[in-house]
């Protein structure tokens, strides 16, 4: 969806509550939680900002009730139950537009003039959506399907110091330092030693690439089979590299597990074992979380690979269709619990 189309439909407070209602996101209509008699909709001045309510006009039971209190994505509900969120529902859409669409957190504060604790909230929770989709994903593979493993240190240089080395590395390298000397090259903060993520893929009949990715605290082969075994369905053939921690796959139910040596051959010449496309999806991870969001916090890491596996899934959709699709499923039908 283009910016212009966005705001065509999201300007205002009733073109916003009309879309989402045709979308499914919003009740068109409802029963009063008194007396049970249907209620009409209105438009009412809320601290100066026109909400859209549902009232009750049976004498003795005028209640009213936030249109949005059937979707808990938008509603901050205090003690009595009542929506307490300071924003409406045409400002919380344009964060959801500009987070859906890939812009910076900077970007974002500019673009809509919230403080940067407000955008990271709203971040946050759009994220809570490619979580629960990923936490119901499905085992993939199947006989005549390749899945392609690998490991990555999620900063500046890849593992056995193959592939481009970054500036800060080559300085280190070629020069020096004396014992009192100040690094000032490096990496701060717990960011230095980086965690280590087990990565992934197989490519889909659609074409496109499930890849996942997970965080773990050994790198070992315990490690790498019990991921294997949650991920990968039997019968399926396994590329990864020759390291030992992958040893005996074969023996554990999968038809085939091919591995190519990087000392000597990027794709085995036998077999055409390779790990090429999960390891050309480092890079953009690494471009995502390590330099365009300047890291992150180590807890919040899962989330983010989450999110990551979620856009390469949608990446023929209209993504923002694709993002209130979903949050259907999660926050409107309960099809996905948290």
């Known amino acids: 969806m283009l910016v212009k189309e966005f705001y065509k439909n999201f300007l205002t407070e009733e073109s916003t509550v009309k879309y989402l209602q045709d979308y499914g996101l919003l009740p068109c209509a409802k029963q009063c939680h008194k007396c049970g008699s ?34 808990s994505f938008f509603t901050y509900l205090d003690a009595n139950g009542r929506c307490n969120s300071g924003l409406s529902l045409s400002e919380i859409m344009e964060i959801v537009y500009f987070w859906v669409t890939e812009n910076q957190l900077v970007q974002i504060i500019k673009f809509t003039g919230r403080s940067k604790n407000t955008i990271c909230d709203w971040m946050n929770l759009c994220r809570d959506i490619p979580v629960r989709l990923f936490n119901k994903r499905q085992p993939f593979g199947g006989p005549g399907q390749i899945v392609q493993i690998d490991e990555c240190l999620l900063r500046g240089a890849r593992k056995n110091n193959k592939g ?51 965080v773990v605290e050994k790198r070992n082969k315990e490690t790498l089979h019990r991921i294997i075994k949650n991920e990968v369905l039997p019968g399926t053939t396994v590329h990864s590299d020759s390291w030992l921690g992958y040893k005996g796959l074969s023996e554990k139910g999968y038809h085939v597990h091919e591995t190519v040596n990087h000392s000597n051959n990027f794709v085995d010449p036998e077999t055409g074992a390779n790990t090429q496309r999960i390891e050309s999806l480092w890079r953009p991870l690494r471009l995502k979380i390590v330099k365009k969001m300047c890291g992150t916090n180590e807890d919040l890491l899962d989330r983010y690979l989450a999110e990551y596996w979620w856009r390469g899934l949608n990446k023929t959709d209209n993504i923002f269709d694709a993002f209130l699709r979903d949050m259907k499923l999660c926050f409107v039908d309960n099809f996905l619990d948290p």
């Open 164 to 214: 481009r080395f970054r500036l800060a590395d080559l300085k280190a390298a070629v020069i020096p330092r004396q014992e009192d000397e100040e690094d000032t090259n490096r990496n701060y903060g717990r960011r230095i030693g980086g965690p280590w993520v087990v990565g992934l893929c197989c490519v889909l009949e659609n074409g496109l690439i499930d890849a996942r990715f997970f």
């Open 38 to 71: 249907e209620v009409k909709q209105y438009q009412r001045n809320y601290r100066g900002k026109i909400r859209e309510v549902f009232r009750c006009k049976k004498k003795g039971y005028q209640t009213t009730q936030s249109v949005r209190n059937n979707n």
